[in-house]
Structure formats: C-alpha cells, structure tokens
C-alpha cells in the first residue's frame, strides 16, 4: 500500500498495486462543484487503467472507522481474487 502515490496527473491518496485499487479520503473540499468535477474527471482517469476507486468521506471514518476498515479489507481481497 502507497500513500500520495502519483499516477497521471493525479495523486490517490492511498492506492493498492496488487488489488490496483485507489483509497481517496474525502474532506468538505471536494463536496464543491470544483471539487466534485475534479473527482469525476480523476476517476474517469484512473478506471482507463483499470484502477478501481473507494471514497469515503472524513465523516465515515470519523463515524465509522471500523467499518470503513473492513470494507477497505474485502474490497481488496475481492480485487486481488478477480485480478488471479
């Protein structure tokens, strides 16, 4: 697992080479118009490589923390799985 790993023009804020998986965390920036737009065009980008992208927002994992954890796990297991 990479943390501010650049790809394209982009930097994930986590990504998983083996699952190819990119982890954004989301603050209230990116609930703006800009900021949804870059998003957008930012997984647009990522999903031509193959990559899947997994947000969750600051609140989940203030809120959620465990839960956000386990899906982050099984998110991964399940990629790696398809990608054998």
């Known amino acids: 697992m990479y943390k501010q790993r650049i790809i394209d023009n982009f930097i994930a ?39 899947y992208v997994l947000r969750f927002s600051n609140k989940d994992i203030d809120e959620n923390f465990d839960g956000v954890c386990r899906m982050i796990d099984r998110v991964i297991n399940e990629r790696i799985e398809s990608l054998s």
């Open 13 to 51: 804020d986590f990504y998983c080479h083996s699952a190819r998986l990119v982890i954004e965390l989301d603050g209230s920036q990116h609930y703006t118009n800009q900021g949804k737009a870059h998003d957008a065009a930012k997984t647009e980008i990522l999903e031509r490589y193959g990559i």
